[in-house]
C-alpha cells in the first residue's frame, strides 16, 4: 500500500478530497494532506486531519508534530523540513483539486506555499487533478500551463464534465469523482500506466460498445450477427490499463466481465443507443466497436411464428437507427470517437475512409471479413486504422494487442505523442505504420 501526499487547494470541489481520502485509507493507502490557505476556506483541516489522522499543513513554518511521517511510519530522530520531508516519504503526490492559480504555480515552479514548494521539491509522481470553471480550464493560459505539465511529465487529469459551481453553468472542469482520483493515483503507481506514456489515458471516460445487437422477429427468434464482442472487451480492457473509467455497452456478450469496466447489457440497436446516448456526454472516448443491425423486424411478432400453413415467410425490415452516426452529430470539442467497420473483400480501406467522413468521426478501424481466421468470433484481428491524415495497419495479432495499438491511435489522436516504448511495432507484434500516421 502506498503512501499518498494530498495537497488540496482552493475551490469548491475540494469537499470531494475528503471523500478520497475516506476511499484511499479504506483501500489500505496511508495519507497525509496539505492545504493551501484558500483551500481552507472551503473544507477545515480539521475534518481532514480526523480522515488521515495526521497533523494537516498549511504554512511552512508550521511545526509538523509527525516530522513529516505519515500514518504509520516511525518519525525520525530529528525536525526536518516539512515540505522535503513530506515528499520525500510520498510514493504519490495528488493535488486536488488544483485550481487554476495553483495550476499556474506548478507549472511554472513558484513555491510560495506548502503545497507549491512540496511539489517543486517532489521527486515520486505527480499527479495533478484540475477543477475550474469552464472559460477558466479553456483559457489559453490554463491550456498552456497543461500541457507545461504534462511536457515535463506530470499526470495532469481531465477535468469531468457536466454541473458547474456557478449557477445554470454545464461544461469541462468538474474535479474528477473520488474513486477515479484514487484510481489514477493508483494507475501511477503500480499499474501499466506507470510504464510510462500510457498514462496519457489517466482519468479519461472511455465508452466502448461490444458485441451484436439481435432484432426480434418473434419472441424466440431474432436476426443477428456473428460478433461475439472479443474485440470490444479487449479495447475496454486496454482503456481500463492506461487508467480510464470505462463503460462497456455490451450487446450480448458471453465472456468473462472485467472487474474495473462498468457493463451495461443491451440487446437490440434501439436499446444501445439509448445506453449510449445516455453515458456519451460525458464520455472522452467512444470506442465504437459492436456490430449494430442495419434493419430490424418492422413488426415483431409478440408469440412464436408457426410454420403450419405457410409455403414462405417474408419478413419486413425497417432502418434502425445509425448510433454512431447519430451520436457524431451532438459530439462536443475533446471527444474523440472510433467507428469500427467490417468490410468485405478488396477496397475495404478505400470504403472505411469513406464512412469516416461520412459519419463524421476521428478514426475507422476496418477489419476485411472475407479473409479467414480473423474478425469475427476469432481470437485474432487484423485491421487498418484510417484516420484523418493517413492509415496505419496493423498486422494480424490477438485481439488484445490490437486492441492496444488501436489505442495507441486514440493516445496520438488526442494530441499527445506516443513514444515507440509504448508499443508500437514491438509491442504488438507487427503493427507498421502505412501512409500518414507514424
Ligand atoms: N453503427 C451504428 N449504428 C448502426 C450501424 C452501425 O452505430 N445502426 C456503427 C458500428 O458500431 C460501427 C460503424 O457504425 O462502428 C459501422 O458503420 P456502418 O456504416 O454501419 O458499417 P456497416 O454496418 O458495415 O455498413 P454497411 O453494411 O453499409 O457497409
Not at 297 to 310: L, S, Y
Amino acid at each position: 500500500m502506498a503512501r499518498i501526499l494530498l495537497g488540496v487547494s482552493g475551490g469548491i470541489a475540494a469537499y470531494k478530497a475528503l471523500e478520497l481520502v475516506r476511499l484511499a485509507t479504506a483501500a489500505g493507502h496511508s495519507v497525509r494532506a496539505v492545504q493551501t490557505p484558500t483551500a481552507q476556506r472551503f473544507v477545515g483541516a480539521a475534518s481532514f486531519a480526523a480522515l488521515t489522522g495526521a497533523a494537516v499543513l498549511v504554512d511552512e513554518f508550521e511545526h509538523d508534530p509527525a516530522r513529516g511521517a505519515f500514518p504509520g511510519q516511525a518519525p525520525p530522530g530529528h525536525d526536518p523540513i516539512g515540505h522535503l520531508e513530506l515528499v520525500r516519504n510520498a510514493d504519490a503526490y495528488l493535488v486536488a483539486p488544483a485550481s487554476a492559480n495553483t495550476l499556474a504555480k506548478l507549472a511554472h515552479g513558484l513555491a510560495d506555499n506548502l503545497l507549491t514548494s512540496a511539489a517543486l521539491a517532489a521527486r515520486c509522481p505527480l499527479v495533478v487533478a484540475p477543477a475550474m470553471n469552464d472559460a477558466m480550464w479553456d483559457g489559453p493560459a490554463t491550456r498552456a500551463n497543461v500541457e507545461t505539465l504534462r511536457a515535463r511529465g506530470v499526470t495532469v487529469l481531465e477535468p469531468g464534465t457536466g454541473r458547474l459551481a456557478s449557477e445554470g453553468e454545464w461544461g469541462a472542469g468538474r474535479l474528477p469523482e473520488p474513486a477515479e482520483l484514487l484510481g489514477a493515483v493508483e494507475a501511477v503507481l503500480c499499474g501499466p500506466a506507470a510504464q510510462g506514456p500510457e498514462r496519457h489515458l489517466l482519468g479519461l471516460h472511455v465508452l466502448v460498445t461490444a458485441g451484436g445487437t439481435r432484432e426480434p422477429i418473434d419472441a424466440v427468434r431474432y436476426v443477428g450477427n456473428r460478433s461475439s464482442g472479443r474485440m470490444g472487451l479487449a479495447l475496454a480492457a486496454a482503456a481500463a490499463d492506461r487508467g480510464s473509467t470505462v463503460t462497456c455497452v455490451a450487446a450480448n456478450v458471453a465472456l468473462e466481465r472485467d472487474p474495473r469496466v462498468t457493463y451495461v447489457d443491451v440487446q437490440t440497436a434501439a436499446q444501445l443507443h439509448e445506453a449510449c446516448a445516455a453515458a456519451f456526454a460525458a464520455a472522452d472516448v467512444l470506442l465504437m466497436a459492436a456490430a449494430v443491425a442495419d434493419f430490424r423486424p418492422a413488426e415483431p411478432v409478440p408469440g412464436k411464428v408457426k410454420k403450419a400453413g405457410r409455403a414462405a415467410l417474408t419478413v419486413d425490415m425497417e432502418p434502425t437507427v445509425d448510433v454512431l452516426g447519430a451520436l457524431a452529430a451532438r459530439r462536443r470539442p475533446g471527444q474523440t470517437l472510433v467507428g469500427f467497420a467490417a468490410e468485405h473483400g478488396d477496397g475495404a480501406v478505400g470504403r472505411a475512409r469513406e464512412k469516416r467522413e461520412q459519419k463524421g468521426v476521428d478514426a475507422v478501424v476496418v477489419n476485411d471479413v472475407s479473409r479467414p481466421g480473423i474478425g469475427f468470433d476469432a481470437a485474432a484481428n487484423e485491421v487498418t486504422v484510417v484516420t484523418a491524415d493517413g492509415e496505419r495497419h496493423v498486422a494480424r495479432a490477438d485481439k488484445a494487442a490490437v486492441a492496444e495499438a488501436v489505442l495507441e491511435e486514440v493516445v496520438r489522436l488526442r494530441g499527445t505523442p506516443v513514444s515507440p516504448a509504448a508499443g508500437g511495432a514491438d509491442a504488438t507484434g507487427g503493427v507498421g505504420g502505412v501512409g500518414g500516421a507514424p
